[in-house]
């Protein structure tokens, strides 16, 4: 893909170099035109062949990611000496206690305090 790139670049730089010589300037008067017309015409061209070469640039990516590459996992470590552990067996002497949780819950209550009036005050009371 960049030799065929590289070659129909080289072609189009070739035709421009080659054909330079060959053009005769060009008057706005030759045809008629008024010089802010013709400067109109020329910036018009000038923004087409800008936005054909912008294009024709932005077509191509900036970067292109490398190819995957596969590496080989090392190789395994020479084999070592084994020792197997049989597990120790599992005796149950008795049945384990029941536990029994307590369920606590804060109360909240008025109480009167001579002198001073209503006074909430809090208290815990477990099951």
């Known amino acids: 893909m960049k030799v065929f790139s590289f070659f129909s670049g080289t072609a189009a730089v070739l035709a421009l170099v080659t054909g330079l010589p060959a053009v005769q300037p060009a008057f706005a008067r030759d045809r008629g035109m008024s010089p802010g017309a013709a400067a109109a015409v020329g910036a018009l061209g000038g923004l087409a062949v800008g936005t054909i070469v912008g294009a024709t640039i932005a077509q191509q990516p900036a970067y292109a990611a490398p190819a995957p590459v596969y590496v080989a996992p090392p190789p395994p470590p020479p084999p070592t000496r084994v020792y197997v552990e049989e597990p120790a067996p599992v005796v ?12 606590c819950t804060n109360e909240r209550y008025r109480e009167w305090v001579p002198g001073w009036g209503w006074e909430y005050r809090t208290r815990q009371i477990c099951n």
Do not use: N
Not at 92 to 103: F, I, L, T
């Open 92 to 103: 149950y002497e008795r049945r384990p206690r029941r536990v029994y949780v307590e369920r």
